[in-house]
């Protein structure tokens, strides 16, 4: 069962006077493959979401052909929290979609640690774009297949996107909390791991 938003309420607590560290995250991905509903997911407080609604000015420039039911997009980024530990915490920030709204994801990128690719395996070619931008960058990221509805194995989407053994790979469902944290302890660790492997 999904947990709905007045559950999420419940957990949501003001940040905390011990808080010294603040870590930086970037979900990225093509339009409509989730980010907002992500960060809106596993975010202890109600997130900052840019969201308009989708208008006829958008036609001929945002291609909603395979996301039929999507109204509404982000124009600028989502933003949530998660608080780690007594002394960190974790800042979420969604990326736009769209192609117009491309130039926002270098701003993005500043200051963050690494990144969440989203993927959508019915539309894999949307994503070509984030994993270039965060190879171009070096940003360590992971890639969550946010699965609608079955598709191809982890193992095809790794050989169809030409992902490294060494990018972790995982299946999420965007709308559950337990399974977004999932993806982020997945980047997390991997950030680890490669911080031990640069520590001589």
């Known amino acids: ?91 979420l920030f969604g990326a736009p979609g769209q192609q117009r709204f491309w130039f926002v994801w270098d701003q993005l990128f500043a200051g963050s640690l690494g990144a969440v690719v989203l993927v959508d395996t019915r539309r894999m070619e949307d994503s070509w774009y984030s994993i270039d931008r965060l190879e171009h960058h070096r940003m360590p990221f992971v890639v969550a297949v946010n699965r609608f509805s079955g598709g191809p194995s982890l193992e095809a989407v790794r050989d169809a996107l030409a992902l490294s053994p060494e990018v972790p790979l995982v299946d999420c469902d965007a709308r559950e909390r337990s399974s977004g944290k999932q993806v982020l302890i997945t980047l997390v660790e991997h950030l680890a791991h490669l911080y031990e492997e640069s520590t001589p």
């Open 1 to 91: 069962m999904h947990s709905t938003s007045s559950d999420r309420l419940a957990t949501r607590t003001p940040l905390r006077e011990t808080i010294t560290d603040a870590l930086k995250i970037v979900i990225v991905g093509g339009f409509g493959v989730g980010k907002t509903t992500m960060v809106g997911s596993v975010s202890e407080i109600r997130p900052l979401s840019t969201e308009e609604v989708m208008t006829q000015a958008g036609v001929g420039i945002d291609d909603a052909s395979r996301v039929r039911t999507k109204r509404t997009t982000t124009v600028a980024f989502d933003f949530g929290r998660i608080t780690l530990d007594a002394s960190r915490v974790l800042y």
